[in-house]
C-alpha cells in the first residue's frame, strides 16, 4: 500500500482536484468534509499526512489540530485563506508541519506534501543518548529530561532540541535547522524555527530573556548552550 494522505476540506471540488493530483503521483486519498470527521479518521486510519483547511463549517482547523495532537504525531499541513501572519503562526506553533495559503497551485500542494512525507522524524542518529549539563535526551526512548524532570515534546521540538544538542555550542542558522529537521525541500517560513525554539523553550522552563540551554545568537541563529557530561 501507498502513502495515505487526508484532505480535509469542506468544498467537494477542492477535495476532487486535490485527490486526483494526489493520486497521479502514487498517494492513496481518503476525504473528510468536517473537523469531526477529520479527527474520527486520523484516530482510526492513521495516515501519513493531513492536508486540512483552517475554515471548516463544524471545528475550525486549528482546533482540529490541536485535538489530532492530543493522540498522534502525523504529519500536517494547513490550507488557510486567511491573509493574517498569526494564522500561520498559531498553526505552527500548535504543531502543524507546513501551510499553503488559498488560492494555490495543486502542483505546490503536491510538491509541498511530498517534501513533508520525504522528511525523517528525529534528529539524531539512533541509540545516541545525549547527556548534557543538567540535560538528557533520548532518542530511542523519544525522552526529554531537565534536571531530573521529565519533559513532554511534540516531534518537532524533539528532533530542533536533539540537533541542537547533538552539537552543544554550534550556531545553527535556521536555514540549517530547517534543513536538518523538516528536510531540504521544505517550502514553508524560516520563522516556523522561531516558533518552535519559543514553544521548546517554554516546555524546557527555560528563560529567554536569560537563556540557560538555547542560545540565541542575534541575525544568525540557535546553539545549545550546556556542556557535555
Known sequence: ????????DDEPGIRRVLR???EGEGLEVAEAATGEEAVARVRRTGPD???????????DG?????????????????VTARAEETDKLVGLAVGADDYVTKP???REVVARVKA?????????EEGARLVLDGLVVDPVAHEVHVDGRAVSLSALEFDVLAALAGSPGRVFSRRQLLERVWG???YGDERVVDVHVRSLR???????????????VRGVGYKLLLEPT
Not at 500500500?1 to 480535509?8: D, I, N, T
Not at 517554554?202 to 540565541?216: F, M, N, Q, V, W
Open 184 to 186: 531540504y525541500d521544505f
Open 1 to 8: 500500500m501507498g502513502r495515505q494522505v487526508l484532505v480535509v
Open 49 to 59: 499526512l493531513v492536508l486540512l483547511d483552517v475554515m471548516l463549517p463544524d471545528v
Open 104 to 106: 494555490f497551485s495543486p
Open 202 to 216: 517554554k516546555e524546557l522552563g527555560d528563560d529567554a530573556a536569560s537563556p540557560r540551554i538555547i542560545g540565541t
Open 116 to 124: 513533508v512525507l520525504r522528511r525523517g522524524r528525529g534528529g539524531t
Open 20 to 22: 486526483g493530483y494526489l
Open 62 to 78: 486549528i482546533e482540529v489540530l490541536r485535538r489530532i495532537r492530543t493522540f498522534s504525531d502525523v504529519y500536517v499541513v494547513l
